[in-house]
């Protein structure tokens, strides 16, 4: 698929778009296991309630053909898709913070299917510096700015407490990560070539228990 | 405060400001750290980079006062959001998929400091049924309709394969679950009291890896 390698590099996609290509993925590769050879954006359409013109257009950015009246070949599409949402390079990373939601998300393995391999973290208590969780090691954060070459790794992924967030963010930035995949609720600062990904699972559980209390019967 | 739990049932809060709320309420429990009594809209505004009018607005919806000239008091600031943000309740749960993420999920005990309990998990993996997690008893579905009503649960957490993404939640939602905290990348479909919150960690991850691209060196 080296057509689609090409052009990812190149091009700002707008974040809705970029939300909702997972959907179309998912969707694409289970109608692939239910034997589909074509799809069109209005059979995805029916199937996600999102607007068939909106589907033509987010798959726009994808630059993959389809056939007027046959649809997109669903093989092609998911390749193009896997391809372009950046799932089939393995981005290395390292994680900061050890703690409950930081040592999940080491033993998640799934998160390599998605293009993401955490390869090393760093936590500074002295009982786990040194050891290693699901096969990644985990050092101490002085040793940092010379793994972090080593490894060659430009993703941070921030799980420490809201206390130390933004001088741990400082730490990754000045050892040279690129883009910080922030789990924590506080609202980091970076410099503007810096890439932040905010994932407060907090947030999503305050709208949940939000909307859940305004559903319930009084 | 019992003054602020008569409120959060009858109030639809827009999503941005729910988002918003944590952000916060994480930035004024560090203030409390430094030792600060009373904090201002435009004290965190400048802090966290959000408009110091969308902050007084946001914080309009949790019902407390400010005073000119010497702003909120922390300590009451910090106990109103966590009750207006659902985080002082415990919220029960179920989860259906203990595989990688779900497993990870299950071994997070930070989620219950946000108002999230985690009961029982369910999976069709004979070598799983019958064992636990992290002190949660895992079951075959089968049980679910009897054991949900014994446990009082109404929320459902999502982490499946995608191709019985949908049947689960129908399984969830005939079985008499309220809400469904989807982390799958597939797009599920409910009635409509239904609350449903999407988790992609993989819709993140694409963001986060075009941001990355578009920044690069060429």
Redesign the interface.
Known sequence: MGSSSLK??????P?PT??R???Y???V??MK?KGEHFVSSTQISK????DASQIAKDLSYVRIAGRTRVGYDVDALIAVLEDF???T?M?KAVLFGV???G???L?????KH???EIVAAFDIKPELVGTHLNGIPIYHPDEFKQRREELGV??GVLTVP??IAQSITDTMVQGGI??V?NF????I?VPE?I?V?N??????????????????P?
């Not at 033993?107 to 998160?111: K, M, Y």
């Not at 907090?202 to 305004?214: E, I, Q």
């Open positions: 990812k590099e190149s091009m700002k996609v974040e970029l939300r290509l997972p959907w993925l998912s969707n590769k289970l296991q199937d996600i309630n999102v949402l950046g799932f390079d981005h703690g409950s939601l040592g999940a998300l033993r998640d393995s799934g998160l998605f293009g993401l430009n993703i809201i206390e690129k883009a995949w924590t609720p506080f609202r600062r070539d890439v990904q994932t407060s699972l907090y947030a999503h559980l305050a709208v949940m228990f939000n909307r859940l209390n305004c559903n319930e009084k």
